[in-house]
């Protein structure tokens, strides 16, 4: 009985190494394979690259809120963005709202008119030090090592939504729905989400990729400078040592990459 | 040892359920199904590996290129024969296999898988233009 026992436990286990010798075989057959072909991954040639991005929106060129409009449109339409009218569903990766919403603690009782009356762009900050980021646990928004984005990967987000209670700024939203029928113009060469995930403004990596500047920069006639924040010698950095600048909630100490002149 | 007919008959029967679906199926192997190739593919000849490549390993390859391209921001694809592309699902893959029906359908129905790249990216960039 004993001995039977033990040959065939030798037996399972003479087995058991049989069956793992093929996928280590299979394993050694493959790097073969994929060494053998010289395959180059890299960036393409004309892309723009910064220590961090950042963005100075001058407000004074803003004055009502279809001066806003062009802007907006760009965005959404070149990233399929839905229009989604409940406002509970509502994506925004670029929207304008009142000095008070996006700046409380800097609104005095009485404010000079004109800011009062003025609509402030708000977009997601990119910050420096992004709590959207450490929320995550997927690592499915992260901030980017080579540009200081702070990035999204759609294929990853499980639509949790710790981001979207973490950003201070409300730049995140969720798409409860399917967005695809809420798409006014798709632009097939971008793609668009699906339901479940949170999206919001990427800094226009994908044309920072091909040496373009961001879309709301484009159409802004100036309005909006975008550079990088750690070269001196920056558009972005002239304009915030000429002009007096402010950050949304700079108190909270997220470091926003997205600066005001009002 | 009086239940030993009851067990025979048990196990006569698992066993008639268990191989029935092979024996109702005998013979009629699925067909491997056919993909089509539009004008554009057909006329670029190669596409960005060999076709025996592309077959076994093109969910290993878009795999390969989501992370190159999401995670570290590189975009361009050089092949061994040193051409150059841009590694995007929508942009390249899909422009010249812009016909999903005939091309990925076919080979995902047959194999039964489902992936939900489409959920996103745009099927036939062209035509919806
Ligand atoms: S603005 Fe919000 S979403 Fe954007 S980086 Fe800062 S915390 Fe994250
Ligand atoms: S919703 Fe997505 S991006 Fe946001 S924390 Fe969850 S997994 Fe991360
Ligand atoms: S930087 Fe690009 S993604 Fe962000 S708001 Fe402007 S256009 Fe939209």
Same mark, same amino acid.
């Given at each position: 009985?004993?001995?039977?026992?033990?040959?065939?436990?030798?037996?399972?286990?003479?087995?058991?190494?049989?069956?793992?010798?093929?996928?280590?075989?299979?394993?050694?057959?493959?790097?073969?394979?994929?060494?053998?072909?010289?395959?180059?991954?890299?960036?393409?040639?004309?892309?723009?690259?910064?220590?961090?991005?950042?963005?100075?929106?001058?407000?004074?060129?803003?004055?009502?809120?279809?001066?806003?409009?062009?802007?907006?449109?760009?965005?959404?339409?070149?990233?399929?963005?839905?229009?989604?009218?409940?406002?509970?569903?509502?994506?925004?990766?670029?929207?304008?709202?009142?000095?008070?919403?996006?700046?409380?603690?800097?609104?005095?009782?009485?404010?000079?008119?004109?800011?009062?009356?003025?609509?402030?762009?708000?977009?997601?900050?990119?910050?420096?030090?992004?709590?959207?980021?450490?929320?995550?646990?997927?690592?499915?928004?992260?901030?980017?090592?080579?540009?200081?984005?702070?990035?999204?990967?759609?294929?990853?987000?499980?639509?949790?939504?710790?981001?979207?209670?973490?950003?201070?700024?409300?730049?995140?939203?969720?798409?409860?729905?399917?967005?695809?029928?809420?798409?006014?113009?798709?632009?097939?060469?971008?793609?668009?989400?699906?339901?479940?995930?949170?999206?919001?403004?990427?800094?226009?990596?994908?044309?920072?990729?091909?040496?373009?500047?961001?879309?709301?920069?484009?159409?802004?006639?100036?309005?909006?400078?975008?550079?990088?924040?750690?070269?001196?010698?920056?558009?972005?950095?002239?304009?915030?040592?000429?002009?007096?600048?402010?950050?949304?909630?700079?108190?909270?100490?997220?470091?926003?990459?997205?600066?005001?002149?009002? | 040892?009086?239940?030993?007919?009851?067990?025979?008959?048990?196990?006569?029967?698992?066993?008639?359920?268990?191989?029935?679906?092979?024996?109702?199926?005998?013979?009629?192997?699925?067909?491997?199904?056919?993909?089509? =190739?539009?004008?554009?593919?057909?006329? +670029?000849?190669? %596409?960005? !590996?060999?076709?025996? *490549?592309?077959?076994?390993?093109?969910?290993?390859?878009?795999?390969?290129?989501?992370?190159?391209?999401?995670?570290?921001?590189?975009?361009?694809?050089?092949?061994?024969?040193?051409?150059?592309?841009?590694?995007?699902?929508?942009?390249?893959? =899909?422009?010249?296999?812009?016909?999903? +029906?005939?091309? %990925?359908? !076919?080979?995902?129905? *047959?194999?039964?898988?489902?992936?939900?790249?489409?959920?996103?990216?745009?099927?036939?960039?062209?035509?919806?233009?």
């Amino acid at each position: 009985m004993d001995s039977s026992r033990r040959r065939i436990l030798r037996l399972f286990g003479i087995s058991a190494l049989a069956l793992t010798t093929r996928p280590v075989l299979n394993a050694f057959a493959k790097e073969e394979q994929t060494t053998g072909a010289e395959v180059v991954i890299k960036e393409g040639a004309k892309s723009l690259k910064a220590r961090q991005w950042a963005m100075v929106i001058d407000t004074r060129k803003f004055e009502s809120e279809a001066d806003l409009e062009p802007l907006i449109e760009a965005c959404h339409k070149i990233h399929n963005v839905p229009a989604l009218q409940n406002k509970n569903h509502e994506i925004k990766w670029l929207w304008g709202t009142h000095y008070h919403n996006a700046f409380p603690g800097k609104a005095a009782r009485f404010l000079a008119e004109k800011v009062e009356h003025r609509p402030f762009l708000v977009l997601c900050n990119h910050c420096e030090n992004p709590p959207c980021v450490r929320a995550c646990p997927t690592k499915a928004t992260w901030k980017r090592e080579a540009d200081g984005i702070v990035f999204m990967d759609f294929h990853r987000c499980i639509g949790c939504r710790f981001c979207m209670a973490a950003c201070p700024f409300g730049a995140r939203s969720f798409n409860y729905r399917d967005p695809r029928p809420f798409i006014k113009e798709t632009n097939n060469k971008f793609p668009t989400r699906m339901k479940g995930v949170v999206e919001k403004c990427n800094f226009c990596a994908e044309r920072l990729a091909v040496g373009q500047l961001p879309a709301c920069v484009e159409v802004s006639n100036g309005a909006l400078a975008f550079g990088d924040l750690y070269d001196p010698a920056s558009e972005v950095r002239e304009l915030i040592r000429t002009h007096y600048t402010i950050r949304r909630k700079q108190i909270l100490g997220t470091e926003p990459s997205v600066y005001y002149i009002v | 040892m009086k239940s030993k007919a009851l067990i025979v008959t048990g196990v006569v029967i698992f066993f008639l359920i268990v191989l029935f679906p092979f024996w109702y199926m005998r013979g009629k192997a699925a067909p491997v199904p056919e993909v089509e =190739l539009t004008p554009k593919a057909k006329a +670029a000849q190669k %596409c960005v !590996r060999s076709t025996e *490549y592309m077959k076994a390993e093109h969910m290993q390859l878009l795999d390969v290129w989501r992370d190159a391209v999401v995670r570290e921001g590189k975009r361009i694809y050089v092949n061994p024969e040193g051409k150059e592309f841009n590694m995007s699902l929508s942009n390249t893959c =899909l422009d010249c296999h812009s016909n999903k +029906a005939e091309f %990925c359908d !076919r080979c995902h129905n *047959y194999a039964s898988v489902r992936p939900y790249c489409w959920s996103c990216h745009i099927e036939n960039p062209k035509e919806k233009s």
